[in-house]
């Protein structure tokens, strides 16, 4: 296998959409996710994320990366002034309107709407879940961090409602995610299934690893 | 299809093991890493994270969650004091080494032995790769950010070094990880291939999305 190598010199000389194709495919595969929120005014918006990354489980915490404002992100300032929003995940027959998400629509309209998608709002949560998803989970803002290199802001929210379907939990707590059929993305555009290899045991010095399940 | 709901009062309930599998399945699919890095008297060390968030393309910025300290951190700790580190892919062939790195090894044995992987010294950079990695990133921290909510702790780094399958690559720059034979983990333990479904074009408003390859 013939290897490339690129560094910063690099980087910096790339044009500007092939550095963030490159950069973007680098860190491997990502959750993605769609965001929902309600504006104080009710109006709904619904914005993809693949930039989700865990922060602990106890108390449950889950934190998104958004991109420095201005231009305003809706999502973003409707997690600040309502507190509430839901993450929800995306399979295969709801992929082309999830992809649409990421379109730049006007903030008076309902991305739900446009997209096709349903507002689904279950149990007094005040931020709608996406009807069409397998997995849904409610979430309220609980810090916004700073991140100074580059202006980035990453909000982490505790999870305060699950939704998942029955067949797919197991019974030590693991959800199996091809059960839900929940896709992962590479890069900025790209969708796939997946295939579970193994589970496998918990390591430690001098012990052999085995298969779970 | 039926649904389960959990509410905060039962995350708080649920048995410790059984939590940590449930919220750590629920973000979706990750990227999962082994993150090698050398302490200042020469000892490597190697540890296998899937808490990577991408944080910018330029400059190229990765982030990483770390769990709160004490313990001590090897990985956490070397960061810090030689400022360098390196983001290595696992494919198929070396899951079960990947999946070793997990264990808690003494500080003073090398971890790459441990496990048999083979460090890799490239171009000057001063960290270790994983030789037996088809992607291989070397970084530089920049930023240090407590998280407040559970003290972790999001540790920033500029890339500096790129390695890749040279077939992997696509003309706009973006990664093949499938190419690469780069893996997906879902929860603490679960490791999977993937299938691609397409590469979707740039979303905008009343414009209708094509598949892009």
Do not use: W
């Amino acid at each position: 296998m013939t290897s490339l190598h690129f560094n910063s010199v690099d980087f910096k000389n790339f044009d500007k959409n092939f550095r963030v194709h490159l950069i973007n495919s680098l860190g491997g595969f990502k959750s993605v996710v769609m965001v929902a929120t309600k504006n104080p005014n009710g109006i709904e918006n619904i914005g993809i994320f693949s930039s989700l990354v865990h922060i602990g489980a106890n108390p449950p915490l889950i934190g998104l990366i958004f991109r420095p404002s201005p231009p305003i992100r809706d999502t973003f300032k409707n997690i600040i002034e309502t507190s509430y929003y839901t993450i929800n995940h995306i399979h295969k027959d709801i992929l082309l309107k999830a992809h649409q998400c990421s379109a730049k629509y006007d903030e008076n309209v309902s991305e739900f709407k446009e997209v096709g998608l349903t507002p689904n709002y279950l149990n007094d949560f005040s931020a709608p879940f996406v009807k069409e998803s397998h997995i849904k989970i409610g979430l309220k803002f609980i810090e916004k961090i700073d991140i100074l290199s580059n202006r980035t802001i990453l909000i982490i929210g505790e999870i305060q409602e699950v939704y998942l379907p029955e067949n797919a939990l197991q019974k030590d707590g693991f959800i199996d995610l091809e059960q839900a059929k929940t896709l992962t993305c590479s890069g900025l555009d790209s969708y796939h299934e997946t295939q579970k290899i193994n589970r496998l045991s918990y390591a430690k010095p001098d012990k052999t690893l085995i298969f779970i399940d």
